[in-house]
């Protein structure tokens, strides 16, 4: 159970610079739009949730709020900041570049940013990758295009030699965008300044396609990327309905976590099954897989399928073994292991079938933002902003119950988020697609 100790932001010291927007803030109080820095966000939810703790009120679980101080820890005007991106794509990248460099100007008067390329290679001097400078001139229109504009990498670089090199530059605050290896990164960063009793704040911003890193709500991204995969299983449903027997199987990201599957079937109700990570399922029998998807097709006509990349792994024998660079299990190809044994089971029972396989991959990360998801980018960026001028260090920035919050590396890395099989999004998958409740 997570305690008010875990959730405790780590300052780097006192806040005696005036902040320049602390006169749109100095009269707020809290309310349904706003929360004073001084007030608390609770952790949990319900009224069960919060009485679990048998705390008084002042000890259960509750976040710092993000958003402006009235004072800084850093000089506005006088502070340098490094900003990277690591890990795989996600839309919204350029936004949350976009954002900070605008904010870091506009607000805290700062023209000192500059852009670590290639994630954090592109930190370590002996790779060769210098940095770039961000001005608001050069990123005015970024969030037009997908990708980063700063290239990214996976994998890890050496913390010393990190720590070591935002010295040489004189960088105060790094922002690093990444997903939660990085984000362990950013923490090891931290780490060695605190032990070399350096004042730098390390801020994360966390960033997943597959929408795995908990207590922080959505991540920004995954709404634009469900909604491209989205209209591949639109043109699968297209596909399978214009055939005799037509199977339309389409495989979408989602490693640990089938958020992007439960998301994308739900947003048009055309999935007949979604098979994700967190619930197995058996293949053959009265009760697995085929039979149910072979019942379905006799009933409709044809059928669409969704799997999550990450699900059914235990079925198939010939698994790949090994990490990436990120360190997250390789997986075996699920889509083409369920293409092949539809194929092989309607040839058993001697029926037509007519499958198209779809993997719309990559294309579903490599887009730019759309609006809802821009707006997320900016308020994020806005929000890690305030939190490294305020000196807040070894944290990310997040929205919990509509509030932006400021919650420690430690607990955001801590576990997965994962669609769990018996709470409300599966079971509204579930109503959605009225597959089986299991196929055991
Ligand atoms: O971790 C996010 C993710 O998009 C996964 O869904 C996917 O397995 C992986 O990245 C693929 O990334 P890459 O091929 O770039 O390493």
Redesign the pocket.
Known sequence: MVTLDDLRVRRLGECRHDSTLAKYVGGRKTNEHYVDEDDRVLFDDTIELLASHGLPLGQVPTLEPGGPRRKLYFPPGATKVGVVTC??LCPGLNDVIRGLVIELKNHYGIDDVVGFRNGYAGLNPALEYPPIELTPERVSKINTQGGTILGTS?GAQDPEIMVDRLVELGIDILFVIG?DGSIRGASKIAAVARGRDLPLAVIGIPK???NDIPYVGQSFGFQTAFTVAAQSIAAAQVEAQSAINGVGLVKL???YAGFIACYAALANHHADFVLIPEVPFALHGESGFLAALERRVAERGSAVVVVA?GAGQGLMTDAQTGT?ASG?RK?GDIGRFLEGEIVGHYASIGRELNLKYLKPGYSI?SVPAKAHDSVYCVRLAQAAAHAGMAGRTDMVVGRRHNRFVHVPIDIVVSERNEVAPDGDLWLSVLESTAQPLEMR
Do not use: A, K, Y
């Open positions: 890990g795989g996976r997903g997943t396609i597959d990201m989602g490693r990349e990436d997250n997986l990360r």
